[in-house]
């Protein structure tokens, strides 16, 4: 089984530089996967990432899979939301292409150890989950960051995730794919985190469903509280003693630094693989993407798109049906239709909403 592994990530040119990390990490412990990127973008004009992207053995655009509509249904979401809208699609088309086993990986997650102990898991089970936490917190601050937080934004943390090719595994692919063409949504409000809290479902309704407790598999900021890094005498990184197999390194130079700063404490393990993972993102070699980039961010006349924006045409039945493109700026377009019915939502919008780096 483990000769026989897909796995996939899915990005977008802004997070290029984490994506190649996670493919050379990754190519490291495995070299005999197939490693595919699927990428929700197209590249800002004027550059060549042929030589980058050469590292994954296929790449596919977003706009490839069988999603109907594709433009009017994609405006509907922001950057996050789109990335991970598309997981349940792709994961859909690698099983039926024939994969045995696909693993889906965060393209900000780094490899450090083989998987194989994990892979082998779906020789009695179908699907692979890992949950933000496998041991209880104690203290009152922890539980409000680590446990309440998962209560709100999902059990299971979808930087990982493993599925056979199954009639289980064929099933959950089908109903996740279902679900996040529906709703996949930055919403918790409204019960909803993405393509996350849809899996909190997943044990109640599919069989064979194992939970990966292994505290050396998506260790990140969310349970620093409960695991501990250490070097052996062999060089390799422990987590409470069983091998590091990936580090998910999610919202860096942001609120990660914060959390993972706040509970590495005296594990100074910790911060070294963080500053580790800094560095290399600095040696990537790509530096010409354009600060919070995004193909599908902007009007085709260059006027970044609120949120406001998509949220009116996410719910709104007949704006949806109507505008085929509604990323268009021109003629008969719902850019036109804003300025005439709701251009206070376009009122803060911008020219260009990125910047060079």
């Not at 990335?83 to 994961?91: I, P, Q, R």
């Given at each position: 089984m483990r000769d026989s592994v897909v796995c996939f990530t899915?990005?977008?040119?802004?997070?290029?530089?984490?994506?190649?990390?996670?493919?050379?990490?990754?190519?490291?412990?495995?070299?005999?996967?197939?490693?595919?990127?699927?990428?929700?973008?197209?590249?800002?004009?004027?550059?060549?990432?042929?030589?980058?992207?050469?590292?994954?053995?296929?790449?596919?655009?977003?706009?490839?899979?069988e999603i109907p509509r594709f433009d009017a249904w994609l405006f509907k979401h922001?950057?996050?939301?789109?990335?991970?809208?598309?997981?349940?699609?792709?994961?859909?088309?690698l099983l039926r292409a024939g994969a045995e086993v696909v693993v889906y990986l965060d393209p900000d997650i780094a490899v450090f150890h083989s998987l194989?102990?994990?892979?082998?898991?779906?020789?009695?089970?179908?699907?692979?989950?890992?949950?933000?936490?496998?041991?209880?917190?104690?203290?009152?601050?922890?539980?409000?960051?680590?446990?309440?937080?998962?209560?709100?934004?999902?059990?299971?943390?979808?930087?990982f995730?493993?599925?056979?090719?199954?009639?289980?595994?064929?099933?959950?692919?089908?109903?996740?794919?279902?679900?996040?063409?529906?709703?996949?949504?930055?919403?918790p409000q409204n019960g909803l985190f993405t393509d996350q809290k849809w899996c909190d479902l997943v044990?109640?309704?599919?069989?064979?469903?194992?939970?990966?407790?292994?505290?050396g598999c998506n260790v990140a900021s969310w349970n620093l509280?409960?695991?501990?890094?250490?070097?052996?005498?062999?060089?390799?990184?422990?987590?409470?003693?069983?091998?590091?197999?990936f580090y998910h390194f999610t919202k860096i130079d942001r609120e990660g630094d914060l959390m993972t700063e706040k509970y590495s404490g005296d594990n100074v393990e910790v911060m070294e693989v963080w500053k580790w993972y800094k560095r290399a993102?600095?040696?990537?070699?790509?530096?010409?993407?354009?600060?919070?980039?995004?193909?599908?961010?902007?009007?085709?006349?260059?006027?970044?798109?609120?949120k406001s924006v998509r949220e009116l045409f996410r719910y709104s039945v007949s704006l949806y049906e109507y505008f085929e493109d509604p990323f268009r700026a021109d003629g008969d377009s719902f850019f036109r239709w804003l300025e005439r019915e709701r251009a206070d939502l376009l009122s803060n919008s911008i020219v260009g909403g990125f910047e060079a780096i």
């Open positions: 899915s990005f977008t040119f802004s997070y290029l530089t984490r994506a190649l990390i996670m493919v050379r990490t990754l190519r490291q412990a495995h070299p005999t996967w197939k490693i595919w990127a699927l990428i929700t973008d197209k590249p800002p004009p004027g550059t060549d990432f042929s030589s980058q992207l050469a590292e994954f053995d296929n790449v596919l655009s977003a706009d490839q899979l922001d950057v996050v939301e789109a990335s991970t809208a598309v997981k349940g699609e792709m994961l859909r088309h194989d102990s994990t892979i082998a898991k779906l020789s009695d089970a179908s699907i692979l989950l890992t949950p933000h936490q496998v041991e209880p917190n104690t203290i009152e601050g922890s539980i409000r960051d680590n446990e309440l937080t998962s209560l709100k934004y999902g059990v299971f943390n979808l930087g995730l493993a599925v056979k090719n199954d009639e289980t595994g064929s099933s959950f692919a089908e109903w996740w794919a279902k679900q996040l063409h529906f709703a996949c949504y930055d919403e044990p109640g309704l599919f069989d064979r469903v194992l939970v990966e407790r292994d505290p509280s409960q695991r501990h890094l250490h070097v052996s005498s062999n060089g390799g990184i422990l987590v409470n003693d069983s091998p590091l197999k993102l600095e040696h990537t070699g790509v530096s010409n993407v354009p600060k919070g980039y995004w193909h599908y961010g902007n009007f085709s006349n260059g006027v970044k798109i609120p």
